[in-house]
T-cell receptor, first 114, second 115 residues
């Protein structure tokens, strides 16, 4: 069964550094998402992406965050200048359509900011 | 605004015992409802969903959940727990009419299964 893949599984970075989290959604899916889960807290929506543009973003997704689909397969989340509070598990997700297809999640990237 | 509450951040049951994980939602219009499971070091896997039709829905691994509009609940059950059921379980909602998109998650319930 096709799956969403995320790399790396664990990323450690120093505060202030830029980090790029990578995702390969399921190949025929059209809608892409990033969620995050701070340790011990809820899974929170960050951003949705469709037709090469952001369709919705949360309050968390400020100017330090950006997303990109640089080619036909990858979907990336960039954090320009990481803060300690960005430490979390970041999940990528995709779906084929909004009406009949639930989200498929990747295994996540654990980001640790020191 | 929609919200989801899962009662109990940690539930422990013995192998073979009934599993009951509670989920209540708040929404002006009954949403679509989902249960996801997260095994250690893995992503979120869809267990089951309710959109329309029969209010008792069956999912993978012997789990089922019942949508009760009057109680705004969508509790997850399994008659007999197995050691492999140990994981974190998340209830989630999305506005009616879509299944993909911005999910609102509960805080999760960690299920432990004792031998």
């Amino acid at each position: 069964e096709p799956e969403v893949t995320q790399t790396p599984s664990h990323q450690v970075t120093q505060m202030g550094q830029e980090v790029i989290l990578r995702c390969v959604p399921i190949s025929n899916h059209l809608y892409f998402y990033w969620y995050r889960q701070i340790l011990g807290q809820k899974v929170e929506f960050l951003v949705s992406f469709y037709n090469n543009e952001i369709s919705e973003k949360s309050e968390i997704f400020d100017d330090q965050f950006s997303v990109e689909r640089p080619d036909g397969s990858n979907f990336t989340l960039k954090i320009r200048s990481t803060k300690l509070e960005d430490s979390a598990m970041y999940f990528c997700a995709s779906c084929l359509s909004l009406n009949n297809s639930p989200l498929h999640f990747g295994n996540g990237t654990r980001l640790t900011v020191t | 605004a929609q919200s989801v509450t899962q009662l109990g951040s940690h539930v422990s049951v013995s192998e073979g015992a009934l599993v009951l994980l509670r989920c209540n939602y708040s929404s002006s219009v009954p949403p679509y409802l989902f249960w996801y499971v997260q095994y250690p070091n893995q992503g979120l896997q869809l267990l089951l969903k309710y959109t329309t039709g029969a209010t008792l829905v069956k999912g993978i691994n012997g789990f089922e959940a019942e949508f009760k509009k009057s109680e705004t609940s969508f509790h997850l059950t399994k008659p007999s727990a197995h050691m492999s059921d140990a994981a974190e379980y998340f209830c989630a909602v999305i506005r009616r009419g879509v299944q993909g998109g911005k999910l609102i998650f509960g805080q999760g319930t960690e299920l432990s299964v004792k031998p």
